[in-house]
């Protein structure tokens, strides 16, 4: 005996059949007795959603898409019962579909099969159960309970024979507090005075150790003054002594003819602050210790680039960096480590030197500038990316903005613009992640 085995495709605009898995098991067959009314609601091209209810049952699930193949030959297999094999051409389609539904119809001997589409996982209520849990919810609504009671109520009436012995043990496991001796009160109030003792100790200690780790490499600093201009100290990045020696500086922007003859070797950013001095700084009070802090300043960027240095002596490095020598040996104490070598002498610059050098730049910029200037061509100049000077920036306590350059001349695409406010806010060292296992 032959079957004739039909694949059914059906239309774009047709809806196929579906399947429906019922995780709490199929209702009762007397639920079914009234006629139900199947809703349909296509959310999106992916999401669909079915709806069954009638008088007695409320059954609803999200639809899940089929995938997997078959194959089918022209839509028509024949199988052969008795020789258990079916005999179809090459020119196998293939349907995507985890699952087929098939109809036999006795009279044609064909088995129709239709493509699964979706998948839909429903739960179920009657009516009543609905009714029952809005009634507990209004109970639970309009007296005083606690949380653990309203979960007890819900166990019992809705939870299995585990939920409720759990229920039961979480209940014995409470300690009220007039069970309580006084002793035992007075005992765990202390320890947590204690604990929380301990936890501010070990809070300020993070704290001044994190402020000793930013002494290292910041000038001095006041955490407690709420005026920017007293927060770094002047005379930690420039001594009193060669603030004096500096005198000279205030000649600069007097006679700018100077500067063309006696500044050819200064940084063009220093430079052209000290020509247009007035330009710049015609409005600020205290020109002379302006002058003087753009001078101090080019030396520093002079040597910012310079990671190793070597001389016989004092004043063959200083002609080899255009810096007096007077006011050089204060950078190469405070920004090189110095090593014997035959006659002469190495000064050689670690990373962490690196970083106070630049740290120092930034604190004397930011005075020059009054405490607030656009840092790109200063980012520049010390040819560090503007990410990573922003990281320096706000290591000693700034608050950073990139924004878009709008003067066509400039040949920095950013203007990187950095602030001091008071009271100085020093970043926090990011804690390690903990890496998955």
Do not use: W
């Not at 139900?36 to 409320?58: A, C, F, G, P, W």
């Not at 699964?116 to 029952?132: A, I, P, S, W, Y």
């Not at 300690?175 to 035992?184: D, F």
Request: aromatic content about 6%; overall charge positive; glycine content about 4%.
């Amino acid at each position: 005996m032959s079957l004739k085995v039909e694949v059914i495709k059906k239309k774009a605009d047709q809806r196929g059949p579906f399947l429906a898995n019922f995780e709490q098991n199929i209702p009762p067959q007397e639920d079914f007795e009234q006629s139900i009314k199947v809703r349909v609601q296509e959310k999106n091209k992916k999401k669909t959603v079915l709806r069954m209810s009638n008088d007695i049952l409320e059954i609803f699930g999200k639809g899940q898409n089929c995938s997997g193949q078959y194959n089918s030959n022209s839509n028509e297999t024949i199988i052969n019962e008795n020789e258990g094999a079916s005999e179809s051409n090459n020119n196998a389609n293939k349907c995507s579909s985890a699952y087929l539904i098939g109809i036999k119809d006795d009279k044609t001997n064909t088995i129709k099969l239709f493509q699964v589409e979706q998948l839909f996982k429903l739960q179920q209520h009657t009516l009543k159960e609905l009714e029952n849990s809005q009634n507990i919810d209004s109970n639970i609504a309009k007296t005083k309970t606690t949380h653990m009671e309203q979960k007890q109520m819900l166990v019992q009436e809705f939870g299995t024979v585990k939920s409720r012995k759990k229920v039961k043990q979480m209940q014995n496991n409470i300690v009220h507090e007039q069970n309580l001796s006084q002793n035992l009160k007075v005992s765990i109030q202390d320890k947590g005075e204690e604990l929380e003792a301990d936890a501010m100790n070990h809070t300020i200690r993070e704290r001044d150790q994190e402020i000793d780790s930013k002494r290292e490499f910041l000038p001095e600093f006041d955490l407690e003054t709420k005026n920017p201009t007293e927060i770094f100290s002047l005379n930690s990045i420039i001594t009193p002594e060669d603030l004096t020696t500096l005198s000279f500086a205030a000649e600069y922007i007097k006679k700018r003819d100077l500067i063309k003859s006696e500044c050819k070797n200064m940084t063009h950013l220093v430079r052209n602050l000290l020509f247009d001095f007035q330009t710049h700084f015609g409005g600020r009070n205290n020109h002379s210790l302006i002058a003087k802090q753009l001078v101090y300043l080019d030396y520093l960027l002079r040597v910012a680039n310079k990671v190793k240095l070597s001389g016989k002596t004092l004043d063959e490095v200083s002609k080899e960096t255009n810096i007096p020598a007077n006011l050089l040996k204060n950078i190469l104490k405070n920004f090189y480590q110095a090593f014997q070598s035959g006659s002469g002498v190495i000064y050689q610059r670690s990373q962490a030197l690196k970083d106070k050098l630049i740290s120092y730049i930034i604190v004397l910029a930011l005075m020059v500038f009054d405490y607030k200037f656009d840092a790109a061509p200063l980012a520049s100049l010390l040819k560090i990316e503007p990410k990573r000077f922003l990281t320096y920036a706000k290591e000693a306590g700034c608050s950073v903005k990139i924004k878009e350059n709008k003067d066509s001349s400039s040949k920095n695409a950013h203007q990187i613009e950095i602030e001091l406010k008071a009271p100085l806010k020093l970043i926090e060292p990011k804690k390690p992640t903990k890496k998955n296992k």
